[in-house]
């Protein structure tokens, strides 16, 4: 089943999958109900971490929105009895990926959906006619800080056959097109 959660963005509405992972540089809203002292717009640190008031600081990086949502009602136990959290993402900017190379939009792109390859390319554009479409690479670096490359052959997926080899992106991804 897709589920879906909104959000409000520069007075527009927008759509994240219910998978999404808080990203650093993630802009939230938290609203405790009927706790005017606990209502804040926070941005993700470049650490992982925001600050919260009766709790200090929190990793956040990587968690869903409900995830999130769920340790802090853990943490206001102590203080507040059954506190109602409210948890909403204003941006996903921290959630970026990269397209460099023979594209006509290179540069980065904000993924407020999950996104595959193809999907990625055709925001950037498309290839330009110098591009080599079957030595395309995808840079990943890990949570422990291991870079990987992916190869992705354009015409495997193109023509709608392979569809398997469309590999799925990941915050931070950077794909390169020679």
């Avoid at 409210?86 to 996903?92: D, E, P, Q, W």
């Avoid at 970026?96 to 904000?110: D, W």
């Avoid at 080599?132 to 023509?159: H, M």
Wanted: charged fraction near 20%.
């Amino acid at each position: 089943m897709f589920v879906l959660l909104f959000g409000v963005f520069a007075n527009s509405s927008f759509a994240i999958d219910a998978g999404y992972r808080i990203n650093k540089g993630d802009k939230l809203r938290i609203n405790v109900w009927q706790e005017e002292n606990l209502q804040a717009d926070v941005m993700v640190s470049p650490d992982g971490t925001i600050s919260f008031p009766m709790i200090g600081v929190i990793e956040v990086a990587g968690k869903t929105i409900d995830e999130f949502q769920n340790l802090l009602r853990e943490k206001l136990e102590e203080y507040i009895p059954g506190p109602e959290v409210n948890v909403s993402l204003l941006s996903a900017d921290g959630n970026l990926i990269y397209v460099i190379g023979e594209v006509a939009r290179p540069g980065p792109y904000v993924m407020s959906k999950n996104l595959d390859v193809m999907q990625a390319l055709s925001m950037a554009g498309g290839l330009t006619p110098f591009a080599d479409k079957n030595d395309v690479r995808i840079l990943r670096r890990s949570a422990e800080g291991q870079s990987s490359s992916i190869p992705f052959a354009y015409s495997d997926v193109e023509d709608g056959d392979n569809l398997d080899a469309n590999v799925l992106l990941q915050s931070g991804d950077t794909i390169i097109v020679p």
